[in-house]
């Protein structure tokens, strides 16, 4: 890699660990789609192991607000959803795997945004934690269904629980990638390169996180989610 695409790289990090840190989500909308577009052998392992230590942290500055009730059930919809991902990961090359990037990105944040006001109950919760294990194990993107649950929730709770349910499903997708050979050193090695630039973003949300709240926090979000998958579907 070049130093201007490790750049690139870098900053795109730093900016997205602040937006996810603000928000809630956001991390792997914006970083997959120029990650892919750089280098897609980084893709999902790079994005899932970074998201570990960010999703920690926005976990435990907001615990109080932690809705464990939809942490349980999405988290069970995840195990399953964890192997079907895998699965497609193994079948498809770099080229369509940005296109699943991209396509499954901007489908899930349309539905969102133009779905109506509810309250998730637990067959639709362990729904949308299927539909993220295929996703994040397979594209590293895991966001908009979380998005599609929660974006009518008070913005602590979106964001502590949130970070919850992508910990145990980031978690569940690397040991299911490690087991099948999916994780190689020279990845790793890069994405601990990245790792002061992820917590300066996610330091940096502290600042502003408290003020985003209500219709403003969910239409930030969606946003992040259409333009991200439109701009991969355009560069695949």
Known sequence: MTLVAFIIVAVTVLLSAFVQGSTGMGFAMIT???VSFIDPSL???MLLVLMIPLNFYVAARERADIHWHGVKWISVGRFAGTFFGLWILVIVNLHQLALLIGW??????VIALVAPKFTPNKPFLAIVGLITG???TSTGVGGPP???????SPGPELRSTVAVCFLVGEVISLIVLAISGQITG????????????LAVGSLLSRFVHHRLDGPVLRYIV???????????????
């Open 32 to 34: 997959a789609p120029v």
């Open 186 to 197: 020279p990845t790793l090695l890069f994405t601990a390169s990245m790792l002061p630039f």
């Open 134 to 136: 295929v996703t994040e």
């Open 43 to 45: 893709i999902p392992v």
């Open 146 to 152: 979380y998005a599609l649950a929660y974006q009518h």
């Open 222 to 236: 969606l946003g992040f989610a259409i333009i991200s998958g439109a701009v991969v579907i355009v560069q695949a």
């Open 104 to 109: 499954s990105t901007l489908v899930a944040a």
